[in-house]
């Protein structure tokens, strides 16, 4: 008996048809059957079917004489069903990888619930992709199994059969079936979950909800919407004849009154000549199931008048927005008028030469190289004011972005615009707002993000897709405002200086955060390790993936984590850390935060200091993430997996090839990472051999003195200060490596370069 039954119904979708079935039959999780049901299409679907169950024998087909429709198509496959539980896929859907796997592993941690709600995510024809708004609802409600009544927000999420699996005996107890017509989901899903009483969530997209441009049947304009009724009927039907989900009557009573007038109001439902009979359809079936006693409130209370008053209230609502639209846009600019007035003031004052405004990462807290000037300056120059830029002190106090005893400003504001007027010193890893303006002798640092792997600047103009939504004019302008652009090595040197064709001096000062990183000792990293509840004796494996801009939304899933994790063995953690521009897209949605919670591996995604997260570590494994360069200087092996090395480097464009000049071994495929990371083969000679060269090349000024060269070259004016002592040469050993270190001697670190002891502008 197969774990899953997985039920297909088909009709005209041969074009997406096979993509449906690969993402099932290709699922890490075999203990599956497919049943595939073709409701007479006309279209190549049926022999697509038949192809795939010649070479498959866990797929079956059944080709209905006739069309009956969706839901009567899945009941068709429904008796065929041997599966412990039961999930409907539409054939223009797909599951994501992994999908079968971690609900499998739900089911068995939840002990078999009637329902495992799962999440997903809406895949747009133009290549967009959006997760469903509610899944926090999910995370809500993952402590084990629950009824409606106890977590009655479950009921919030899309009521539809497909984000959900079902245990089949209890399908069959209760006899659960589809009904001919439209929205045929709404009469099997309310009764399902009402009925449940035990149901489960899954906190992962599972599955990608095609949007197609044209052809799906809700979109469609039509007088078959009016089914809506009749299924809410049957709906109410259900509920009469069971006596304890009586109190559900007012909920379904206004979900019912709420779901029609959502139809009512898109333009591409109704044919503008049935849109009165359908709302006075409506007003019919919510009076006539409206519970005694019941208040009517919200919108639904439209439908106690006639549809002219509707119509009237909708275009009402229409001017009300119109006004205030154009009233805000008034507000506005009379705001920018003042917040200029009160600026233009504050630039008739002399600057203030102890003021040093600092913003990193778009004014989300004090991070990154910004930070780590930050720092030092407080203890070299405590005379010196500090004023932070941040967007979101709540936030970036709660994640730890924002320590008490800094001094912040909002974006934006009448007392940011003044400071920013009177700064002589202005500190930031990515560029100042364009309506910032640089004030004579006032002294503008650029930190940038990192050694540049990818294009930037003014090389992405031969770049569409990357620089997609960039104004690079507009860039290059606030670009011409920095005064000092500070350089880990002289690659970054040579490409800012190409890619950012301005008006500033190459600073050689190394990159200030960098600095917790050059001599660190592996007993560094055990608090950070405490903190995530890492055992101290783990090898750590932090995987740090970046986006990618042949795909739209930049996320690509590489490496199925669960798999990696379990491939490591015992005695191993993997840490994952996404790119920041994944972190609040559907990236973690698809997996990896299900898999931290259950304890598989650490998503490290929300910790605030990446430095941390990498001292933490053992071994770095990337694809091309500008992390690499930093995590050098940790002397630390390094794997670059580079299984789409040619599709990134010509949608994004790349100054060198790092996988010809890596910092360590390169796997080409999955299969050849886990070989790497399993054999130990990741911190062999050849290894550090790699390491040695990469860190010559790219650490070339990082020697743990970078905060203070920018505090007391570029913002005291020290020209000729030189580090009171030499950069660490020794460092104890890491167990296990074999590039000459064993027991417990040391290690020499390649030495840095020289000729940056003195600050070097080109």
Not at 467 to 491: C, E, I, K, Q, T
Not at 661 to 676: M, N
Not at 688 to 693: F, Y
Request: with cysteine.
């Amino acid at each position: 008996m197969p774990r899953f039954s997985v039920i297909v119904p088909c009709f005209k979708v041969q074009g997406f048809l096979r993509e449906c079935l690969d993402s099932v039959l290709a699922q890490s999780f075999r203990d599956i059957e497919v049943i595939a049901v073709d409701d007479c299409s006309p279209d190549g679907s049926g022999a697509i079917l038949d192809e795939y169950a010649a070479r498959d024998p866990r797929m079956r087909v059944l080709h209905l004489p006739e069309n009956v429709g969706l839901g009567r198509a899945r009941n068709a496959g429904l008796p065929l069903a041997v599966g412990d539980f039961v999930l409907f896929l539409d054939s223009d859907d797909t599951l994501t990888p992994g999908a079968l796997r971690a609900m499998a592993d739900r089911l068995a941690e939840t002990a078999d619930p009637d329902v495992l709600v799962f999440d997903y995510a809406r895949t747009y024809w133009w290549g967009g992709t959006r997760r469903n708004v509610l899944a926090g609802v999910l995370a809500e409600c993952s402590d084990g199994t629950f009824t409606a009544s106890e977590h009655p927000r479950i009921l919030d999420l899309l009521m539809v059969v497909w984000n959900k699996a079902y245990r089949r005996g209890f399908v069959e107890e209760h006899g659960f079936a589809f009904p001919p017509g439209y929205y045929e989901d709404t009469p099997w899903t309310f009764p399902v979950m009402l009925s449940a009483e035990r149901i489960a969530t899954l906190d992962r997209i599972c599955l990608h909800y095609r949007q197609r441009r044209q052809g799906n049947i809700l979109s469609t304009t039509s007088r078959k919407h009016f089914d809506i009724h009749d299924q809410y009927e049957r709906v109410f039907a259900f509920v009469d004849s069971r006596p304890e989900l009586a109190t559900w009557r007012p909920y379904l009573h206004r979900k019912m009154g709420e779901h029609c007038l959502d139809i009512l109001a898109k333009p591409d439902r109704l044919p503008p000549s049935d849109k009165a009979e359908f709302f006075r359809g409506t007003a019919r079936v919510f009076r006539a199931h409206r519970p005694a006693g019941a208040p009517v409130e919200g919108e639904v209370r439209v439908l106690e008048g006639s549809y002219a008053a509707y119509l009237l209230r909708r275009q009402s609502g229409r001017a009300e927005r119109e006004l205030a639209r154009r009233a805000s846009k008034v507000r506005k600019a009379a705001g920018r008028r003042a917040r200029d007035g009160w600026a233009a003031l504050h630039t008739r004052r002399p600057l203030d030469h102890d003021l040093v405004l600092y913003s990193a990462f778009h004014s989300r807290g004090v991070l990154g190289d910004p930070a780590a000037v930050h720092r030092a300056a407080r203890e070299i120059a405590p005379h010196l004011r500090a004023v932070w830029v941040v967007k979101n002190p709540e936030l970036a106090e709660e994640t730890g972005l924002l320590p008490p005893d800094v001094e912040y400003v909002l974006p934006g504001t009448p007392r940011h615009r003044a400071l920013a007027a009177r700064a002589a010193f202005l500190v930031n890893n990515v560029n100042w707002p364009h309506a910032q303006t640089k004030r004579p002798g006032s002294v503008h640092i650029h930190t940038h993000l990192g050694t540049p792997l990818k294009y930037m600047g003014a090389d992405l103009l031969d770049k569409p897709g990357a620089r997609r939504g960039l104004d690079v004019p507009r860039m290059l302008a606030r670009a011409d405002r920095w005064d000092h652009s500070l350089v880990a090595n002289r690659h970054s040197e040579l490409v800012w200086e190409r890619a950012y064709p301005c008006r500033f001096a190459s600073a050689r000062t190394g990159s200030p955060r960098n600095d917790v990183l050059v001599g660190a000792a592996p007993e560094d990293g055990a608090a950070v390790r405490a903190r995530l509840g890492i055992p101290a004796e783990h090898t750590v494996v932090l995987y740090a993936p970046t986006r990618r801009e042949y795909r739209h939304g930049g996320y690509v899933e590489r490496v199925d984590l669960g798999r990696f994790a379990e491939e490591l063995g015992e005695g191993h953690t993997l840490v994952v850390r996404l790119h920041p521009s994944l972190a609040s897209g559907p990236a973690r949605g698809m997996g990896l935060t299900e898999l931290h919670r259950r304890g598989v591996l650490v998503d490290a995604t929300d910790e605030p200091y990446v430095e941390e997260v990498m001292l933490a570590s053992d071994v770095l494994v990337t694809d091309y993430s500008a992390l690499m360069f930093d995590y050098a200087n940790l002397d630390r092996p390094i794997v670059v997996h580079a299984d789409d090395w040619g599709a990134y480097a010509a949608s994004r464009g790349v100054y060198f090839d790092v996988t010809a000049e890596p910092p360590g071994h390169v796997s080409r495929c999955y299969e050849e990472l886990a070989r790497l990371l399993t054999s130990g083969r990741w911190r062999d000679a050849e290894s550090a051999r790699l390491r040695t060269a990469f860190r010559a090349r790219f650490c070339e000024f990082d020697d743990g003195w970078a905060a203070e060269r920018v505090v007391r070259t570029l913002i005291l004016g020290e020209e000729d200060w030189i580090p009171p002592r030499p950069p660490p040469t020794v460092r104890p050993a890491r167990a296990g490596e074999a590039d000459g270190r064993s027991g417990g001697t040391g290690a020499q670190v390649p030495a840095q370069a020289s000729g940056h002891d003195r600050l070097t502008s080109s």
